[in-house]
């Protein structure tokens, strides 16, 4: 005879807490837990067991390949042995068959197999093309995106051109790329390649929209390059190469071309330093100045912090005359020749003649319109300076005159591929002069009316 289970405490409250009811439905529940939980343990051990399965698959795969490289690498000292002795072998057929083989040659039958080995051969070289080809196509986003992250827009441009001189090889339907390539309008239906293979094609089209707003991204970031202070030569000669490289305008001439790209240098220039001098206004210097124990009937106090800001702005434009307007465009438009840096590549072949009088017009027009302006405005300044901190404005002129006239700066100008002398042929001193004394006589004649 069994005996009754004994009941443990929580059941014993739980049959004193609960109606009958309340209890059937509680052990319903149990038992429906009970059946989800099962059926999820089974869930999970079947999903072990089938990876568990994938994974010994894997093994044996592995297991196999490791004995086929094993037997392949216990047999390549056979395989060079044998090697050895066929080139011995065909050295030896060589020697004593040499003779037979040049009298041989000429005969009919030699003739056709020496012209299918020499279809054969052209055959390979084509696919190596091809794949070549291909291969440069799907690197070239890549190649430009990697130059414009690093303001090589030279590089930018080079990749671009070769990239279309690629695809108009294949194909003739994108017109940029066939500007862009040089291609002969007259042949704008016959690619150079035929049969091309559908793959290729859909790369080809793939490659070209991803590109074709590059050559305008380029060209702009390569303006933007001018509108500043270039830090060497070879940034504005590349920025020019750029530019000129991806014009799509065929129909213009090579002399009309260059004269744009030399207008387009010394206006950028230009804009470069009329915006320096906005920031030479008064009102925007004394911006700067933060000082509460002056009045406000002081408008001509200059801080510290303002005063600096002015110095850097007039040394920057003092720069931008003495480098960018007078020796690189001399080196540039003139000599086609500068000084290159961690043996990069010169860009002058690939920027066209330029009219050494329009050079010599234009930076001379530039300076005859620029100087008169920019010693006004920085008189200005230097005036509402020395009116609170003389000494300063000292300190100012030393650091000015060290920064474009010094010995150490003259060292510099001249440590290139020319002299500062050299450079300093292409301005007409005349014409410069007179517009100076223009605006003096000017000045001059104004405050005497004043008076």
Known sequence: MSHPQQLTPYSMSLAKSLTIDEMRALHRQAISEAEAKKTELKLVLASRYRELVGSSDEVLEMQRNAKALDELVASIPELVERLIECVNAADQRGESKEGDEISQSSSPRMINMNQEVKREKEGEKEVDSLEGDRLRLANAPLDVHTCLDVVNVHGSARTLIDTFAIVTKYTRQYPLANVLARVNHGQDFCPVVKNVPPQLMIQIKMIYLHLQSMPLRTIQMAKNVLLSLSETCSESA????????LNVHVTTTEAQRANKLMDLYFESKAKAIHELLNRLSPKIIASHTQSPTKSKKDKNYYSEEATDAAEQTISNILLILQYDIVLYSYQIFMLREYETM?????????????????LKMKVTHFLATHLPLIRSKVKTILVGIAGTTASRLGQMRQSLYDKTDGDECLRKLSSGVCSWQDATQVIDVEVVTKALEGLTTTTTTAAVDAS
């Open 238 to 245: 590349r920025a020019l190469s750029a530019i000129h490289s």
């Open 342 to 358: 961690n043996g990069e590549e010169s860009v002058m072949q690939y920027l066209p003649q330029f009219d050494q009088e329009q």
